[in-house]
Nanobody, 117 residues
Framework: QVQLVESGGGLVRTGGSLRLSCAVS????????IGWFRQAPGKERELVASLGADDNIVYTDSGKGRFTISRGNARNTVYLQLNNLTPEDAAFYYCAASYWPGRYDFWGQGTQVTVSS
C-alpha cells in the first residue's frame, strides 16, 4: 500500500503561480511512478505530468511548458509547480502512484486550484 497526501492548492489570480506537494509514504513507495492529474467540473480526469522511480519525467500536452514536476531531496515528496495560471487550469489536482506502466492504483484525496480572472 502506498499513501499519498496532496497540499498546496488555493485561490490565485490569472498569471499567478502555485506549488502543489504530494507526500508519499508506504511500502516501497520509492519504486513507484508518481503522476499528477487534474479534473475540472464536467471534464474527464487528465494526466498532467509524471515522475518515475528513475527520475524519468513525462509531460502531457496539458502540463508542457508552464508546469514543472520534481522530487524533494528526501524523495518522499513530489512537487508540481504551476506557473502562469489561467482559469482553464482551475481543477482538483490529484497525485497517484503507479507500479505497473499506465496503471495508477493509489490515489490521494486531491487539492483544489481556483484561478480568478
Amino acid at each position: 500500500q502506498v499513501q499519498l497526501v496532496e497540499s498546496g492548492g488555493g485561490l490565485v489570480r490569472t498569471g499567478g503561480s502555485l506549488r502543489l506537494s504530494c507526500a508519499v509514504s508506504g511500502r516501497a513507495f520509492s519504486n513507484y511512478r508518481i503522476g499528477w492529474f487534474r479534473q475540472a467540473p464536467g471534464k474527464e480526469r487528465e494526466l498532467v505530468a509524471s515522475l518515475g522511480a528513475d527520475d524519468n519525467i513525462v509531460y502531457t500536452d496539458s502540463g508542457k511548458g508552464r508546469f514543472t514536476i520534481s522530487r524533494g531531496n528526501a524523495r518522499n515528496t513530489v512537487y508540481l509547480q504551476l506557473n502562469n495560471l489561467t482559469p482553464e487550469d482551475a481543477a482538483f489536482y490529484y497525485c497517484a502512484a503507479s507500479y505497473w506502466p499506465g496503471r495508477y492504483d493509489f490515489w490521494g484525496q486531491g487539492t483544489q486550484v481556483t484561478v480568478s480572472s
